[in-house]
Structure formats: structure tokens, C-alpha cells
């Protein structure tokens, strides 16, 4: 998969429980990843309203990349049960930005 | 032909290699400084970016809050801010100047930005910039801003104008962070490779300075051991002194000396320097001066090895820092130096010192005795009788003889005297401080040590000397006199009967004068023949009558008047004037006698009687001689006699052998000898037998007692026994009265000569006493017929 300012290019399904994601940051600036188990996008801000809430994300939170330079290309091996995720970076204003997708493990 | 390079050892390999090591240190500090200067500069541009990149992120939320308060009515200019985020923007990108922030900071020249993340970071800034003004400008002019198309690619769902104003607000100030760390992220890279480049530059130029300083060190120690080498090859000397004595001496020297170099090194040097001359050695290892010095070191067996050095200053050349000595080993120079001067001042056959080195002495003793008036004395000894040993046993002999003499003479003499052998026979001390006292006694060992017999070529001799003394009281004098005077001494010594010592006196020398000139002038009187013969008759006691003549010499000097024989004869058998003078004798003896003969005056038998000197018998060629005059006279031998001395005819040996036999010749051809002085001589009986002799001559000295000392009868009258039972005729000289003629006669003398009857006469005279006593023995025979 690929992160780019600002956006997150991936598969939309998988049908592995097994999932090894490939992070390559094609962008200008650093990304990071969050697998969140989550039925959509629309996840819970923090007061500040530009970076989404990760502690009410906590348990929901199945795998994290931390921020990757550009050009870095960064491996994230997840038991995922079946069921709906969004994958996003949530550095500043980035989730709000664009950078989340969806991907759906059968 | 190939010529290689001069030998000029090391004079640029040392100086390129150090050259070298100044060189690479020099370019690498040179490269170091550049590259610290180029990243500072860099650096500090960089902080500057690092800085505007930075202050983005704080101008954009600032420009949030100027929109939002601008469009609450508030006072506030977000088109200011967004000028200068925008203008910012293009800077940090494309360079050019960023502007200054009132009451923050100034101005800022940038460069475009180099590194594709950094330029994609500050392109991405730069739009969100442009979205983020856009977006701001949309929302003061109440426009809709979802309208206001997006450049950076950002997918705002967020249809809120404030809403999407804070999340472009937020991108663009986390890319400008970005932006800044990344860039802030290069610088640090950048200052780490130079420290990785100063390090690397660092360990090359320091491995590049120990390759070239090894290089130097072995550069350095093939001179040194090209130099040691040269130095320990060598057969010069080398030894360096320092402060704590001698610092370095090369293998030449300690192979000369065999001794180990730790003996020599420090102060124990000194130990092995000669204690005379210590003092030079201290001087010139000290202070370098004097610039050439002779010393002389022990060896290892004890012996003094001489060493002649040039010394050289060199405290003050700090690779030195010492006196150095470059010596050589003059031993067998000195050595044959020394040998050369005892040779030259020693007599090669005794070993005593010789004339040039007595001589010097006695200089100095002279010198010395002027200062301190102190006594010296000369002793001169001559051996009595060496000439005969010489001759009679031949020159070996003769050289065992002075050996042995020197040691006698070496033995009773004190070390402090000095010995000397002046020549031939002559020996010379010399006692430093004797007066007449102690002079005498030295010259009484003298005469002691050599009255034992000397064993020589098997037979042993009886050996005599003659010592003449002078003595110096002390003050000023001259040697030349001092040895002039004990020669006198020493003669008149010998004159006055050998086997003794005499003390110089000042008549001797007024003597000696006289003797001189006498010699001179009986040299010139016998060229002009102002000798001539005279006779005196011998008389037989019976008959009165002539049986023959003494041919005396007689000397009539124009200056002088006439010289008694006793006063010239000495000297003309000292100076062998006596060769000629006797010969002249003889000859006219001869042409004399025959003369008489043809004329008829001669009885029959007669004998005309020369005295021969020992000095003509040892010479040789007397048969000769004597013949040669009888056949130049035509005279039979018969009527001439030949009377010498006693000691004439003692001498042993070949030349005693040679006047025998040439004696003997001249007898069996009927010429006929007498012993003249009988009696007062060393002669013996066997000598009498052995020699052809025909008559005695009673000496004068025990005639003139005859009369009335009943010894000098008893003396006489033995003697004439002896002539008698040996078939000898014997005559009585120096009769001088009646009585003493008629003793001879009862003693049994047959002849008798003396004043009594006549004084030696000219020729003439002698003619006429013999013509009258022809006459006589005319008449006698008339008579008698009658």
C-alpha cells in the first residue's frame, strides 16, 4: 500500500485473516499508520479537531506504524478477524486532510 | 666513461623527507580548514532555513487567528501575514529573501533549497500555503470556500470555511516542521560527514607523517650507520668529551688499546692518560684548546701507546655538543725516534753514552755548576796498551776489550755519574758535585776495577790505564777547556808512567802549548833538513880502542838552537814523525859508515849502532828499511846494529810476532841487534832467547852507582853474567869517570860508551878520532910487529 500527501492507496478487501501490509511513503512529508476497527471513516475527534482521538480508539486499535520519512517503505504484519477497518495517519491534520481508507477482511 | 654521483652523503635525502612530512601536514590542514570554513558556512545557512522554515508553522496559525479576528471585526492584517508566508514559501524554495517579521526578526537571504525530499517538503508547503491564503482570502470575502480549488492534493471533507481553514492551517504548519527537520536533519548529516571527512583527512595525514617520519628514521640511522661505519673503519682515533668526562670513543681506539670501552668512557679515562700528561688532556677536553695535543695512553699489557690529536671545539654545535679529539698512533715514530736519538747519542758498542751526548752533559753540568757553584769533575782514561791488543789480536778482540772494560767502569761508578766512551780507548766520567777528594777516588776504582786481568780470545791481559782529572770549582767555565785539560791530565798521566791518574794543572797546559809548537816545528825541520847523525864511539874496556859507533840524532833548530833527543823524539813518536826522522837516520848512518869504511878508518870489527823505536818496529816494514839503506850505501851488513828497547820488543800478540821475525831476517843476514836500557824494562829471559839479540846495553842508571852502590854493581855485574852465559856481548852506558870504567871492566863489561871518552860528535870529528885511533892501532900493530 502507499501513502502520499495526502492520501492512502490500498486494497479495499482481503480475505486472509493474515495481513501483511507493505507501507511505502511516496509522499513529501511523514506518514504514519493506525488500523482502527471501525465500520467507516467517521472516527472521534479530540478537542483540537484536527487529529482524531486515539485513546477512545484504544481497544479498537488493532496495529500502528509510526512516522515513516519519505521514500521509507515499512512492514505491518496484523491478525485481522474478519470484519471492516479504516487505516489512516493521523499526524496533524492529515486524517482530516484525506489520509484514511477502508479495507474489509472476510 | 660512467661517472656516478658525487659522494655527498645525505645532504638531500634528510631534507626531502622532512620537507615532505611539513608538506602533507600543511595540505591536509589546509584541506581540513577549507572544509570547516565551507560547512560553517553552510551550517549557518542551514540554521537560517531551519529557522524560516520553522517560523511557517507559527505564521500560519497566526494566520488563522488574524482571519478569524478579521472577520469578527477585530483588528487584525492576515494579508500581511499571508505575504509573507507566501513570499516565505518561495524563498525557502526557490531562494531569494525571506522576509523579516515586525518585532521578531530580520531579513533572510536564502538559497533555493537542494535535496528532493527537502524541495518536495517546501513545493508541498508552499502549496498548502497558497490553499491555506486562498482559503483565508475566500473566507473574509464571505465566498464559499469549497469552491477554492485544492493544489496540494489534500481531500478536505470538511465544508466548515473555519473548520477547513484549521485543517489546511495544521497541514501546512506540520509539513513546515517537516520541511525544518528534514532540512535541520541534512545539516546534521552534513557536519557528521565532515567530521567523518576531518577524521579520515586526520588519520591519512597522520598515517602519511608516520610513513614519512619512518622513512626519515631510516634515512637517519643509514647515515648514522654509514657515518659509525666510516668512523669504526677507520685507523683515526675518535673520542668526544663532555661535562662528565669522555663521552665516546670508537672502536679504533679500544682495539689499539685492548681495553674495554666502559674503562675509558666517563672520568675513568683519566686513569689511563700518562700522569705528565693529564694536565694538557684535561686542558684540551675542557676547553678545546690547545688545538694539538701529543699524550700517550696504557694499554692493556702495560706499555705506553703514544697518540697525536687534533682537537675540535664543538660545545656549541648541538649535535655534538663536545670536544672532539681525532688521534693518531705515533708509538713507532716515537718509538724510532727515541731509538734513533739513542743511537745518535749512544756508543753502539758499549752502549755508554757517546762524545755528542758526554759533551751535552757536561754542558748542562756546566751550565748548572755556574748557578749553583757547586764542584764537577772530568775524568779522562785512556787504556794503556789497547793499541797493541788491537793490532796483535785483531779488532774483535780489541771490541770484546772495551766491552769489558765499559762494564768494569759501569760497575764503581754512582747512577748519578754520567759513563762515556769518547772513541777508541778513550772513556770520559763525568762527577756532578766531587771535588779533588772525591775525583780521585773515582779514579782510584777505576785503576782497581781493571787490575784484575780481562779474559780475551783466550789468553788473559793485564790492562793499565791513564786518567787525567780536572776538576771545576764551580761558577762560570767552559766544557771545551774542561776536556782540553783533563786530555793534558790525562798525557801527562801517561808520561809520567801509565797506570796512573794525574790532576790537571795550569803548568800542564803551558807545557802542552810548547809541545805543539815543537811538533810543528820538527815538522818543518825535517823538510828542510835541520836534523843531522852524530856519533859517539863505544870502546872496548881492554883495549881502548873503537869497535864502534851510537848514530845519535841530533836537531838543530833555527829558533830553538839545539833540541835535546829526550825533548823531540817523544813527540815525534806521538805524532809518527819518528817514521821519517828514523828512516833519515839510518840512511845517513848507513852512507856514513860506509863512507868511513872506503876511506880505511873503520877497525875490523866495527858497528855502527841505530836506535830503532818501537813505534818503527810495530809499524812494520823495518827488513825493508834497513835493507834498502845498506844497499843505498853499499854497506855490509854486518857493520850495522840495530838497538832497541826493552818494551819495543814485549809486545805481544801478531805485531810483536812481526818485529821478532823482522828482526830475526835482518840478523841472519848479519846485521846485528842490542837491547838498549837493559834492565829497566819488563823484559825476561825468554825474550832474550827468543830474540836473535847479540849485545846488552847495561843502562845508564846502574852505571853511574857502579862505583860506590854495591846494588847497582851487584845489578851490573848480574847483567853482565847474563849477556855472558847467553853468548851476548855487554856494554856499559853513560861512563863518565875512571872509576866507574875500571868497575864495568871488573864487573866483566867488554864495552863501554860515555862522556869519559867522548861526547857524541859530528861526522868530521868522528872521522878524526877514528882516523887517530887507526893510527893508534897502527902503532900498536908496529909496535907489536916490532
Known amino acids: 500500500m502507499t501513502e502520499r500527501d ?8 482481503v480475505s486472509s485473516n493474515i495481513v501483511r501490509l507493505s507501507v511505502h511513503n511516496r509522499g ?27 485513546e477512545a480508539l484504544e481497544r479498537a486499535t488493532v496495529g500502528v506504524l509510526e512516522p515513516g520519512a519519505p521514500g521509507s517503505v515499512r512492514q505491518l504484519l496484523l491478525h485481522l478477524p474478519p470484519g471492516r477497518y479504516v487505516l489512516i495517519c493521523n499526524m496533524s491534520g492529515h486524517f482530516l486532510g484525506g489520509m484514511h481508507t477502508e479495507l474489509v477482511v472476510q | 666513461m660512467h661517472r656516478g654521483r658525487a659522494f655527498r652523503p645525505f645532504t638531500a635525502r634528510g631534507r626531502g623527507v622532512v620537507a615532505a612530512i611539513l608538506l602533507t601536514f600543511a595540505l591536509f590542514s589546509a584541506i581540513s580548514v577549507f572544509l570547516t570554513i565551507s560547512a560553517t558556512g553552510r551550517s549557518q545557512h542551514r540554521a537560517a532555513v531551519v529557522e524560516v522554515a520553522a517560523r511557517q508553522r507559527t505564521l500560519a496559525e497566526r494566520y488563522v487567528k488574524e482571519v ?83 493544489t496540494a492534493h489534500e481531500r478536505v471533507a470538511i465544508v466548515d470555511p473555519v473548520g477547513r481553514l484549521r485543517v489546511l492551517s495544521e497541514l501546512t504548519a506540520n509539513v513546515s516542521l517537516n520541511a525544518a527537520r528534514s532540512i535541520a536533519t541534512r545539516a546534521d548529516a552534513n557536519i557528521s560527514s565532515l567530521i567523518t571527512l576531518q577524521v579520515a583527512l586526520g588519520v591519512a595525514g597522520l598515517l602519511m607523517s608516520l610513513l614519512l617520519a619512518f622513512a626519515l628514521i631510516a634515512a637517519t640511522r643509514r647515515q648514522t650507520a ?47 692518560v700518562h700522569p705528565d700528561d693529564r694536565v694538557s688532556v684535561q686542558a684540551a677536553s675542557a676547553h678545546g684548546e690547545p688545538h694539538q695535543i701529543v699524550f700517550r695512553l696504557l694499554d692493556k699489557f702495560g706499555e705506553w701507546r703514544h697518540l697525536e690529536a687534533n682537537v675540535t671545539n664543538l660545545r656549541n654545535d648541538r649535535r655534538v655538543r663536545g670536544v672532539v679529539l681525532n688521534a693518531r698512533d705515533i708509538t713507532e715514530r716515537v718509538q724510532l725516534e727515541e731509538e734513533l736519538t739513542h743511537q745518535a747519542f749512544h756508543d753502539g758498542l758499549t752502549g755508554l753514552a757517546n762524545r755528542a751526548l758526554f759533551r751535552d752533559r757536561l754542558d748542562q753540568a756546566v751550565a748548572r755548576s755556574e748557578r749553583s757553584l757547586e764542584d764537577l769533575a772530568v775524568l779522562l782514561v785512556d787504556l794503556d796498551g789497547f793499541k797493541q791488543v788491537n793490532d796483535g789480536l785483531g779488532h774483535d778482540a780489541g771490541d770484546h776489550l772495551l766491552q769489558q772494560v765499559a762494564a768494569r767502569f759501569a760497575e764503581v761508578i754512582r747512577p748519578s755519574d754520567t759513563l762515556a766512551r769518547l772513541g777508541g780507548d778513550e772513556f770520559a766520567l763525568l762527577l756532578e758535585g766531587a771535588n779533588e777528594s772525591g775525583a780521585v777516588v773515582a779514579a782510584r776504582r777505576l785503576l782497581e776495577c781493571l787490575s784484575e786481568s780481562v779474559d780475551i780470545a783466550g789468553r788473559r791481559l793485564a790492562l793499565g790505564t791513564s786518567i787525567g782529572i780536572v776538576l771545576h770549582p764551580g761558577g762560570p767555565g767552559e766544557s771545551e777547556d774542561l776536556i782540553r785539560h783533563a786530555d793534558l791530565a790525562m798525557y801527562a798521566a801517561k808520561g809520567a808512567g801509565r797506570g796512573r791518574y794525574e790532576v790537571f794543572r795550569h803548568e800542564m797546559a803551558r807545557e802542552f802549548g810548547e809541545l805543539l809548537g815543537l811538533e810543528h816545528e820538527l815538522r818543518l825541520g825535517l823538510e828542510q833538513g835541520e836534523f843531522s847523525v852524530h856519533y859517539q864511539p863505544e870502546i872496548d874496556v881492554d883495549t881502548h880502542s873503537i869497535v864502534g859507533v851510537e848514530a845519535l840524532v841530533r836537531w838543530n833548530s833555527p829558533t830553538r838552537g839545539e833540541v835535546p833527543p829526550l825533548r823531540f823524539i817523544p813527540i815525534a813518536e806521538a805524532t809518527g814523525l819518528i817514521m821519517p826522522l828514523g828512516e833519515f837516520v839510518l840512511g845517513e848512518a848507513c852512507r856514513q859508515t860506509a863512507q868511513w869504511c872506503r876511506e880505511g878508518l873503520l877497525p875490523d870489527p866495527f858497528v855502527t849502532w841505530v836506535n830503532l823505536s818501537g813505534k818503527q818496529l810495530s809499524h812494520g816494514g823495518v827488513s825493508e828499511l834497513v835493507q834498502n839503506a845498506l844497499e843505498a850505501a853499499a854497506l855490509a851488513p854486518s857493520m850495522l846494529g840495530l838497538e832497541v828497547t826493552e818494551t819495543a820488543i814485549v809486545v805481544g800478540g801478531d805485531a810483536g810476532e812481526q818485529a821478532r821475525a823482522a828482526l830475526e831476517e835482518l840478523h841472519n843476514q848479519g846485521v846485528r841487534i842490542a837491547i838498549d836500557d837493559f834492565g829497566t824494562g819488563f823484559s825476561s829471559l825468554g825474550h832474550l832467547r827468543r830474540f836473535p839479540v847479540d849485545m846488552i846495553k847495561v843502562d845508564r842508571s846502574f852505571v853511574q852507582g857502579v862505583e860506590h852502590d854495591t846494588k847497582d854493581a851487584a845489578i851490573t855485574a848480574n847483567l853482565t853474567s847474563l849477556a855472558h852465559a847467553l853468548g851476548l856481548t855487554a856494554i856499559a852506558e853513560g861512563i863518565e869517570s875512571e872509576g866507574q870504567l875500571a868497575s864495568v871492566r871488573e864487573l866483566g863489561c867488554d864495552l863501554a860508551q860515555g862522556y869519559l871518552f867522548a861526547r857524541p860528535m859530528p861526522a868530521e870529528k868522528m872521522a878524526e878520532l877514528l882516523a887517530d885511533d887507526a893510527d893508534s892501532r897502527s902503532a900498536e900493530g908496529f909496535r907489536a910487529s916490532a
Request: net charge negative; aromatic share 4%.
Open chain 2, 226 to 272: 654509514h657515518f659509525r661505519s666510516l668512523v669504526t673503519s677507520s685507523t683515526d682515533l675518535v673520542l668526544v668529551f663532555g661535562p662528565g668526562g669522555c663521552r665516546y670513543v670508537s672502536q679504533s681506539v679500544t682495539d689499539m688499546l685492548g681495553r674495554p670501552e666502559r674503562d675509558m668512557l666517563g672520568h675513568g679515562f683519566a686513569r689511563c
Open chain 1, 28 to 54: 513529501p512529508d511523514a506518514h504514519e499508520l493506525i488500523v482502527v476497527r471501525a465500520q467507516n471513516a467517521h472516527l472521534p475527534l479530540r478537542p483540537d479537531g484536527s487529529t482524531v482521538d486515539e
Open chain 1, 6 to 13: 495526502f492520501h492512502i492507496s490500498a486494497p479495499k478487501q
Open chain 2, 68 to 150: 478569524l479576528l478579521a472577520r469578527s471585526g477585530a483588528q487584525a492584517d492576515p494579508t500581511y501575514t499571508a505575504a509573507i508566508l507566501t513570499r516565505s514559501a518561495h524563498a525557502l524554495l526557490d531562494g531569494g529573501t525571506a522576509p523579516a517579521v515586525n518585532g521578531d526578526d530580520d531579513e533572510t537571504k536564502l538559497s533555493a533549497a537542494s535535496g528532493t525530499i527537502v524541495r518536495a517538503q517546501l513545493n508541498q508547503e508552499r502549496r498548502l500555503v497558497t490553499d491555506l491564503t486562498a482559503t483565508g482570502s475566500a473566507l473574509l470575502a464571505h465566498r464559499p470556500v469549497t469552491t477554492i480549488p485544492l
